[in-house]
């Protein structure tokens, strides 16, 4: 492990509730909504965890407490002793029980496990359920230091994973330096591609166009067509401002993509209505509507400090084109006029290219318990990610932008 400070101690609890808010979002979230306490409370409080879901939350505390030894890591809550115990480090992770909700795919890793035998799960994973946004995962209080407490919470992860006998330990969605820095360790890398709306400075939607090729632009504005010659109206809310009514419009309209799918929505009703509460200004309702009183579709998004993230999506009916309004065009509006540096539309989706969405990597590391399959996955992962490279290189020729013109802003 890590040189350890005579000051702290590490703890590893299945609740978030024994931390403050002010105390968990004062360590350095890099602005993102999903890491904020309210988001992983209002997960963990209003029944989208345990066993309908396979997510089993282990957090993973570093205090500050002024004594001279280091407790092993434990479910058992610690007393404090009545010391002052100051939160300096921190991450979140589940125990998993399948390989749901995650977006980085394992399957055929538990597979193999399977057919010889072995137990895949439970398993340990270093994420945010059922989103697949980068992020951080180790997160540190400004002024501490950061990359030997990041080590420490790495480490306290292996090491509770292999003293409860877990087949391994998956971060998922890190940032591109903890990536970096997990892979220098005991950690597999992975990569994968997403696609992301950078913000060039764009005065409007129309000078985002503008930036585009003739027949691209002339594409976008059709499908944007679509919508209003059907007479299908947006509305952009703050998630603060629904009432109760309306937060069950959204579930049931959210509970519509899994219907379609034979899939079990995750997220319920009073996480909604909690987020609306606790987390209102950091998440944007896109409503859709047919002329009648109730709408027809949603898109739900969340947003930190320079980022718009698209998440859900679900209607009651169909209309050409609603989809990429509700979801993409009416995020860049939103981007453009709160200046955000890029908008994150979500996992998969290579038609979101041609709309002006940017292939990026993604990052995850890996630790296998087993070292037999270590190697077989290390050959595997080895073999995937020039590939990857090779296909993110390829899509970016599908990207509707045109040559800037010199002095253009955004030109070279």
């Known amino acids: ?45 209003t029944g989208c965890l345990g066993q309908s879901t396979g997510w089993y939350p282990r957090y993973i505390f570093v205090f500050d ?21 100051q939160l300096i480090a921190a991450c979140a992770t589940y125990v998993k029980t399948n390989s749901y909700g995650e977006f980085v795919f394992d399957w055929a890793w538990a597979d193999a496990y399977e057919r010889t035998g072995q137990a895949y799960y439970p398993k340990l994973v270093g994420a945010i359920p059922f989103t697949p946004a980068t992020g951080p995962r180790l997160l540190v209080k400004p002024g501490q230091p950061q990359a030997t407490l990041q080590q420490v919470l790495a480490e306290s992860a292996l090491a509770y994973c292999e003293q409860e006998g877990f087949s391994s330990m998956h971060w998922l969605f890190v940032t591109e330096p903890e990536h970096d820095q997990l892979t220098d360790s005991r950690f597999l890398s992975r990569i994968d591609c997403q696609y992301h709306w950078q913000n060039n400075q764009y005065a409007s939607f129309d000078d985002f166009l ?25 509305d952009r809310r703050a998630a603060s401002s629904l009432n109760d009514h309306e937060w069950g419009l959204v579930h049931n309209l959210y509970c519509t993509t899994f219907d379609r799918k034979w899939g079990n929505p995750s997220l319920t009703l009073d996480f909604f209505r909690q987020i609306g509460k606790d987390f209102g200004d950091n998440c944007l309702i896109v409503f859709a509507y047919a002329g009648k009183e109730d709408p027809i579709a949603v898109s739900i ?20 084109c609603l989809h990429f309004e509700a979801c993409y065009y009416q995020g860049i509006e939103f981007a453009i006029e709160r200046q955000f540096k890029r908008f994150e539309p979500g996992a998969q989706g290579e038609h979101k290219i041609t709309r002006g969405f940017e292939p990026v990597f993604t990052h995850s590391a890996h630790w296998l318990a087993d070292d037999r399959y270590r190697a077989a996955i290390e050959r595997y992962l080895a073999e995937e990610r020039p590939l990857v490279r090779e296909r993110q290189q390829g899509l970016e020729g599908m990207l509707p932008f045109r040559a800037p013109v010199p002095g253009e802003s955004g030109s070279v």
């Open 1 to 45: 492990m890590a040189a350890i400070s005579e000051r702290w101690q590490v703890e590893i609890h299945d609740s978030l509730q024994q931390i403050s808010r002010d105390d968990w979002n004062a360590l350095e979230l890099k602005g993102n909504p999903f890491v904020r306490h309210e988001f992983l409370l209002a997960l963990e409080q």
């Open 65 to 85: 407490h002024g004594g001279d030894v280091i407790a092993p890591a434990s479910d058992e809550k610690s007393d404090g002793g009545g010391e002052s115990k």
């Open 210 to 234: 503008s930036r585009c090729t003739s027949k691209r632009r002339k594409t976008i504005r059709r499908e944007r067509r679509y919508v209003t010659d059907a007479n299908l109206r947006l």
């Open 301 to 320: 998004m969340f947003h930190g400090e320079d980022t718009l993230y698209g998440r859900y999506w679900g209607a009651t009916e169909n209309h050409h």
